[in-house]
């Protein structure tokens, strides 16, 4: 357990903020490559990001079983070092499902947990459901949980009355906020205590977020160009506001590319091009076509990123 707003880590007790990359899962074939795991997240390693985030959305985590799960995020777990956040996806439809994963991800060394919403029986989910769901997780959870929202995928939002209400639980630390509504993710900022941790998830709007409140953002983008999305944060921070805006300005076009345009196919090929291994998406996802391609290096290009042939 921890005090709200921070993680207990291996090294101590660490805030959660900065940047945190949600990476891909590698596969080779129809098995889970857990050595291109530990290679890749070394890599992160060796740029200014505060941890990673294993088996989130883009970790294809609803596309793995629990053993596959399992070793992700041990082979992730093995290269962050005790400094950094080791935070694991554990989101499932039923909250026993949730719990279980938590405390298998508990088990394996994670620093916190990242439960998105159960999305199935949308009409059933009502404000008490979720504030029943949550508060089972936190109570059985060995590791601090983060709130996790992304309604564009899961069709449901987590009313900001609902994250208040869990935002008092002392082991319920934050939200990671994946939309572009500016306005709920205000409304999470002012509706929660101060050490609640609200972590944007959507890198177009990420310099904005700051400026509202965000902690800082658990960012696809970031896997791609993990030390751009710190500058960004950092200057920020700093209230260097016409840099920073021209930062987000230059970074918008790909954020878009590897998320909304071309999605997980779009973010594994971006990393492809800069030698990580990652594999193609597990079906039903289908690979990116050769001018989704093509359009991602000319923009890697332009940022100045250098790609492979």
Sequence with gaps: MS?????????????????????????TGDTVDTAA?????GRWMDTRVSGVVVLGSNGEAPLLDEPESDAAIAAAREQVPSDRLCIVGVGRESTIGTIRAAKRASALGADAVLARTPSFFKPLLTAEAFV?????????????VLLYNFTALTG????????????????????????SDLKYLSALVDHT??????????????YPSLVMGASGGI???????????????????????????????????????????????????????????????????????????????????????????
């Design 3 to 27: 005090e709200t707003g921070e993680v207990m880590t291996r090294g101590g007790v660490r805030p959660l903020h900065g940047v945190l990359p949600p990476i891909p899962t590698p596969f």
């Design 37 to 41: 795991m530990e290679a890749n997240v």
């Design 132 to 144: 029943s769901h949550y508060t089972a997780v936190a109570e059985a959870s060995e590791v601090p």
């Design 156 to 179: 449901v939002t987590l009313p900001v009355d609902v994250v208040s209400t869990l935002s008092e639980h002392g082991n319920i630390v934050g939200i990671k906020e994946s939309g």
């Design 193 to 206: 205590p101060d050490d609640f941790i609200v972590m944007a998830g959507s890198a177009p709007v990420f």
């Design 219 to 309: 960012l696809a983008l970031a896997s791609v160009v993990p030390n751009l999305c710190v500058e960004l944060y950092e200057l920020a921070g700093r209230g260097e506001h016409a840099d920073a805006r021209e930062l987000q300005r230059r970074l918008t076009p790909l954020a878009g590319l590897v998320t909304s345009v071309y999605g997980i196919p779009g973010l594994k090929a971006a990393l492809s091009m800069q030698g990580f291994t990652v594999g193609t998406p597990r079906a039903p996802i289908r690979p990116i076509s050769t001018s989704g391609i093509d359009t991602i290096r000319a923009e890697l290009e332009r940022l100045g990123v250098s790609c492979s042939a």
